[in-house]
């Protein structure tokens, strides 16, 4: 007579375990650089928020650029309650950088307090290549760039 055994060997309790330990593995790695990716699209849409504001600003003020952007923020981007911040939860600040600095990097992507996330405006000038822009477009043309988590620079201009 024989006896039969119910069961799974050790082989196959060990090889189910390691592929479920590959699938765990993978899953781990790609969601990081997923969140990564979904919140740099966040900011490119909020950058393209900020362009759209400053459309709405030069309709209502003959073509003019803001001057006090601290103003223009809280006027234009700010309205009906509605947030304007990252999305890591920290504020956007309007930063000034002159068309002839380097293109942002990493290290810019924060204040020197690391509390704001900065978009740095460039007037007179329009979106080059590789984070980088160009100079001597028109007083009334301005060139928004942002730092991107997952690395380069995203520019939209007016």
Do not use: H
């Amino acid at each position: 007579m024989k006896k039969l055994n119910k069961g799974f060997t050790i082989i196959e309790v060990v090889l189910v375990l390691a592929i479920a330990g590959l699938i765990f593995l993978m899953v781990f790695i790609a969601l990081p650089a997923l969140q990564r990716s979904q919140r740099d699209s966040q900011r490119e849409q909020d950058l393209s928020r900020v362009q759209t504001a400053i459309s709405k600003y030069q309709s209502n003020n003959r073509n003019q650029l803001p001057t006090n952007w601290a103003t223009f923020t809280s006027g234009y981007l700010s309205v009906g309650g509605d947030e304007f911040v990252d999305p890591s939860g920290k504020d956007y600040t309007l930063t000034e950088l002159a068309s002839s600095a380097a293109a942002p990097s990493n290290k810019d992507m924060v204040d020197s307090a690391q509390t704001n996330v900065r978009i740095f405006y460039t007037t007179g000038a329009t979106c080059g290549t590789d984070g980088a822009v160009t100079a001597g477009q028109g007083a009334r043309k301005v060139a928004l760039r942002m730092v991107l988590e997952g690395g380069g620079v995203a520019c939209v201009n007016n």
